[in-house]
Each structure stands twice: as structure tokens, then as C-alpha cells.
């Protein structure tokens, strides 16, 4: 076993232990990004205890026993919270044994659950969460291979801490795939995936009225499986959301008709020109899962992309999430979201849209998002403003446990920054 593989060994050690024991952690001094009703705190106290927060604000006594964080000088904010991830699903793209997060066979669709396949140590959850992303949306069909039906499954939201109780909740969404992308699941047109998409859910409704006579042989047999339709129940109660993979306006437009027939929780994933039917989206209260960064036309469908659509979104009402677009650089959603403040984004608007925002969509807010009282503890200690490309994490929290800022990144850089120095051949160290 080598220096870099014993290192970080130890550092896992090192978290299991935190997590082992219960600790009581004061961050102190910091400008504090609450994103709640506090707003932001100048010189303010974040002060929590096994794992939530229990006071943030201004002269929030300090018990002798905490663990005192000195953010003087720092900004603080609770930790991001990517809204479109491959986490734990995919480790090198183009090598398939890595990717689990699509199916190609035709006996799941909407049951498909990713949360079975997600390996909470991979190399790329350590990379992402030093650089302050704590929570992610893990979401199914996202890259390899070619999914077999407009429904691509379950969502699940996860926390980057690493082994232990990670999963925050599974069938956070149901993710389904219209425009372009559904038309190639289902026989090259868009008319056929939305009929595909409502059929489902007339057949899952149907099911919900006729189950004992289908399961007792006295009724129709359903094209979807049982355990899809049982995936599709809580959508249909607007307990779990419809996350819409969709891009063209028009499309989007007719997600919304979707919504409205059949009395649907929604929400729009990349909605390249969402702007265009903005009052539309604000009126139905659906939010928009969007790349801030995209600015060019990636097909016919995402013409009509432009930098401000985040802006041109939030100035008509419409909530709004972040996400960097992919796992291997999650990290980005920070400058991603500069780009959108820089093209008329509020700043505030711009931490929600990856902070307290994803939360809201996949029904997680209560727990986590902001930094409030009687929430689970993510933050981060910024060295400076967190939308810059100079500012780094000083410090990660997560479930209230202080991260040790090490991935294998860093310590294959430690390890050779002294390029002139003599070293023994790395596998006998």
C-alpha cells in the first residue's frame, strides 16, 4: 500500500470518528449567508450540536466545550447543493463498468431507483464536497448507454460525506424525458413521447382505481410492470415531483398542459429557452433545473440559449436551480453561477439558486438549504466571495461533522510538489 492510499485511508478513519462522536462546533465571526429569515449576519455565530444547528446569529454564546471555527474575515454559507448529478453513479464516463445510472432492457422504467448503485466512496465525491458542494441530486439516465423509455426513474438526493447515512431521500423525483431527447426513445418523434409519458401516467391512475380487479385477473393487463406503476402512484398525488428533461419552449409548453391535466408537482430540467415562456412557468409555479452557463445552441431544440436566462427566469417569478452540468466538476456550480450574477442575476438569488432552491424542489428543505435552527448542519467557511475564482473552502461541515479538506487530488499534489527532491519509487512507500 503506498503513501498517497495510506493517507487517504486515514482520513476516512478520521471521518468515521467524527461521526462516531457527537461534538458541538461554534463557526464564529464570519458574514453569514443564512438564505433564511435572518438573511445575512454580519459577524455572526453559527453554533451547532449533534449534527444541527441550534442558534445562528449575532451574540450567540459559546459553550466552553465547542469547537471553536474562526471565520473573521470569511463569508459563510450553508454548503451547495448540485440539482443534476451523476454522484456515486459514474466514475470515468466512457467506460461503462463505471456508469450505473442507465438502464437499456425494458423490465424497469420508472422504478428504476439509482440509489441502489450509488458508491458514497468515490474518488470524484471527495474532489467536489472540499470545494464546498455538500448535497447533490443523483439522477437516473443522465450518460451511458440508451434508456429504454421516456421514463429514466427515480431521483435520489444524496450528502457527500461519505460512508454512513448519506442517503437524504430516495424518489426525490421522477425523471422523465421529452423534446428531442424523448423522441429518440420513442420512435423519433416528440408526439410519441408525450403520448408514451401520458399514457403511463393514465395507466398508473387507472391502476390506482382498478388494482384489486388487475390483481385478482379481472381487468385489462397494463403495458407498464408493477413495480412502474406503484413508481408512478405518488406522482400522480403530487407527492413526488416530475422532474422534465426538456429544452424548446414549445415543449415546455406542453409540459405544462401535462401538469395541468393530470394535476401534476413539476419541475423543467435544462429549459435552455425557458426565458421565452417565463410568465408561463411562473404562472403554473414550476421551477427550472438550469446550466447558467450555457449560452449556445446545442441543437435545434436549446436555439434560443442565451447567459440571461437565469435572469430573465427569477425577474418573472419563476424559482430557479443550479447545476455545473456534471459530476466531475460539480465544483464549477459556483463560477457558473458568477457568470449568471454578471448577466443580471441578484447575488442572493444566485446562493439560492444552489443552496436552499434544490432543496425545495426535491422536497428537502425542511433538513437542508439554509442556515437555520433545527437543520442538519452543512455550511461552508469561504476565504473570500465564493462566486470569485480565487476563493476556496476554508473549512467543509456536513451533518454537522467538520470534512477533512483532503481528496486524492491533493495529495497526489503534495506529494509531488517538491519536483527536485529525492523520492523512493512510489510502490514501496
Given at each position: 500500500?503506498?503513501?498517497?492510499?495510506?493517507?487517504?485511508?486515514?482520513?476516512?478513519?478520521?471521518?468515521?470518528?467524527?461521526?462516531?462522536?457527537?461534538?458541538?462546533?461554534?463557526?464564529?465571526?464570519?458574514?453569514?449567508?443564512?438564505?433564511?429569515?435572518?438573511?445575512?449576519?454580519?459577524?455572526?455565530?453559527?453554533?451547532?450540536?449533534?449534527?444541527?444547528?441550534?442558534?445562528?446569529?449575532?451574540?450567540?454564546?459559546?459553550p466552553?466545550?465547542?469547537?471553536?471555527?474562526?471565520?473573521?474575515?470569511?463569508?459563510?454559507?450553508?454548503?451547495?447543493?448540485?440539482a443534476?448529478?451523476?454522484?456515486?453513479?459514474e466514475?470515468?464516463?466512457?467506460?461503462?463498468?463505471?456508469?450505473?445510472?442507465?438502464?437499456?432492457?425494458?423490465?424497469?422504467?420508472?422504478?428504476?431507483?439509482?440509489?441502489?448503485?450509488?458508491?458514497?466512496?468515490?474518488?470524484?465525491?471527495?474532489?467536489?464536497?472540499?470545494?464546498?458542494?455538500?448535497?447533490?441530486?443523483?439522477?437516473?439516465?443522465?450518460?451511458?448507454?440508451?434508456?429504454?423509455?421516456?421514463?429514466?426513474?427515480?431521483?435520489?438526493?444524496?450528502?457527500?460525506?461519505?460512508?454512513?447515512?448519506?442517503?437524504?431521500?430516495?424518489?426525490?423525483?421522477?425523471?422523465?424525458?421529452?423534446g428531442e431527447?424523448?423522441?429518440?426513445?420513442?420512435?423519433?418523434?416528440?408526439?410519441?413521447?408525450?403520448?408514451a409519458l401520458?399514457?403511463g401516467?393514465?395507466?398508473?391512475?387507472?391502476?390506482?382505481?382498478?388494482?384489486?380487479?388487475?390483481?385478482?385477473?379481472?381487468?385489462?393487463?397494463?403495458?407498464?410492470?408493477?413495480?412502474?406503476?406503484?413508481?408512478?402512484?405518488?406522482?400522480l398525488?403530487?407527492?413526488?415531483?416530475?422532474?422534465?428533461?426538456?429544452?424548446?419552449?414549445?415543449?415546455?409548453s406542453?409540459?405544462?398542459?401535462?401538469?395541468?391535466?393530470?394535476?401534476?408537482?413539476?419541475?423543467?430540467?435544462?429549459?435552455?429557452?425557458?426565458?421565452?415562456?417565463a410568465?408561463?412557468?411562473?404562472?403554473a409555479?414550476?421551477?427550472?433545473?438550469?446550466?447558467?452557463?450555457?449560452?449556445?445552441?446545442g441543437?435545434?431544440d436549446s436555439l434560443?440559449?442565451?447567459?440571461?436566462?437565469?435572469?430573465?427566469?427569477?425577474?418573472a417569478?419563476?424559482?430557479?436551480?443550479?447545476?455545473a452540468?456534471?459530476?466531475?466538476?460539480?465544483?464549477?456550480?459556483?463560477?457558473?453561477?458568477?457568470l449568471?450574477?454578471?448577466?443580471?442575476?441578484?447575488?442572493?438569488?444566485?446562493l439560492?439558486?444552489?443552496?436552499?432552491?434544490?432543496?425545495?424542489i426535491?422536497?428537502?428543505?425542511?433538513?437542508?438549504?439554509?442556515l437555520?435552527?433545527?437543520?442538519?448542519?452543512?455550511?461552508?467557511?469561504?476565504?473570500?466571495?465564493?462566486l470569485?475564482?480565487?476563493?476556496?473552502?476554508?473549512?467543509?461541515?456536513?451533518?454537522?461533522?467538520?470534512?477533512?479538506?483532503?481528496?486524492?487530488?491533493?495529495?497526489?499534489?503534495?506529494?509531488?510538489?517538491?519536483?527536485?527532491?529525492?523520492?523512493?519509487?512510489?510502490y514501496?512507500?
Amino acid at each position: 500500500m503506498n503513501r498517497s492510499t495510506k493517507m487517504i485511508f486515514a482520513a476516512g478513519a478520521l471521518l468515521l470518528a467524527q461521526q462516531i462522536q457527537a461534538q458541538t462546533i461554534a463557526v464564529t465571526g464570519g458574514t453569514v449567508h443564512t438564505l433564511g429569515g435572518a438573511g445575512v449576519i454580519e459577524n455572526g455565530t453559527v453554533l451547532i450540536r449533534d449534527g444541527r444547528i441550534v442558534a445562528v446569529g449575532k451574540g450567540v454564546e459559546v459553550p466552553r466545550d465547542a469547537q471553536v471555527i474562526d471565520a473573521s474575515g470569511k463569508i459563510v454559507t450553508p454548503g451547495l447543493f448540485d440539482a443534476y448529478t451523476d454522484f456515486g453513479v459514474e466514475e470515468v464516463s466512457a467506460v461503462e463498468g463505471t456508469v450505473d445510472s442507465t438502464q437499456s432492457g425494458e423490465r424497469f422504467s420508472a422504478s428504476f431507483d439509482v440509489s441502489y448503485a450509488i458508491n458514497p466512496r468515490s474518488i470524484l465525491i471527495a474532489v467536489n464536497r472540499i470545494e464546498g458542494v455538500t448535497r447533490a441530486a443523483v439522477v437516473p439516465g443522465s450518460s451511458w448507454g440508451v434508456a429504454a423509455s421516456v421514463f429514466s426513474g427515480q431521483v435520489a438526493v444524496i450528502d457527500l460525506a461519505g460512508p454512513g447515512d448519506w442517503l437524504t431521500r430516495s424518489s426525490a423525483a421522477m425523471f422523465v424525458r421529452l423534446g428531442e431527447s424523448g423522441s429518440g426513445l420513442s420512435g423519433g418523434s416528440r408526439v410519441n413521447a408525450m403520448l408514451a409519458l401520458r399514457d403511463g401516467l393514465e395507466e398508473a391512475r387507472d391502476y390506482s382505481v382498478n388494482r384489486r380487479n388487475w390483481e385478482q385477473g379481472a381487468h385489462w393487463e397494463y403495458t407498464l410492470k408493477r413495480k412502474d406503476l406503484d413508481a408512478l402512484l405518488p406522482v400522480l398525488t403530487g407527492s413526488t415531483p416530475l422532474l422534465v428533461e426538456v429544452e424548446r419552449a414549445s415543449d415546455i409548453s406542453q409540459a405544462l398542459r401535462l401538469k395541468k391535466d393530470f394535476g401534476l408537482k413539476m419541475a423543467i430540467l435544462g429549459g435552455a429557452e425557458a426565458w421565452i415562456v417565463a410568465d408561463e412557468l411562473a404562472l403554473a409555479g414550476v421551477p427550472v433545473v438550469l446550466d447558467p452557463q450555457r449560452n449556445l445552441p446545442g441543437g435545434f431544440d436549446s436555439l434560443g440559449a442565451t447567459l440571461e436566462n437565469a435572469a430573465r427566469l427569477n425577474k418573472a417569478g419563476v424559482m430557479i436551480a443550479f447545476t455545473a452540468g456534471g459530476t466531475h466538476n460539480a465544483r464549477n456550480i459556483t463560477q457558473y453561477a458568477g457568470l449568471a450574477v454578471v448577466n443580471g442575476l441578484p447575488y442572493e438569488v444566485a446562493l439560492e439558486a444552489m443552496t436552499v432552491n434544490p432543496a425545495r424542489i426535491y422536497g428537502v428543505s425542511a433538513e437542508v438549504g439554509s442556515l437555520e435552527a433545527g437543520k442538519l448542519a452543512d455550511l461552508v467557511v469561504w476565504s473570500g466571495d465564493p462566486l470569485e475564482l480565487t476563493t476556496f473552502a476554508d473549512q467543509v461541515i456536513i451533518r454537522g461533522k467538520s470534512i477533512p479538506m483532503v481528496s486524492r487530488a491533493t495529495l497526489l499534489r503534495d506529494r509531488y510538489l517538491e519536483l527536485n527532491t529525492d523520492r523512493p519509487q512510489a510502490y514501496k512507500k
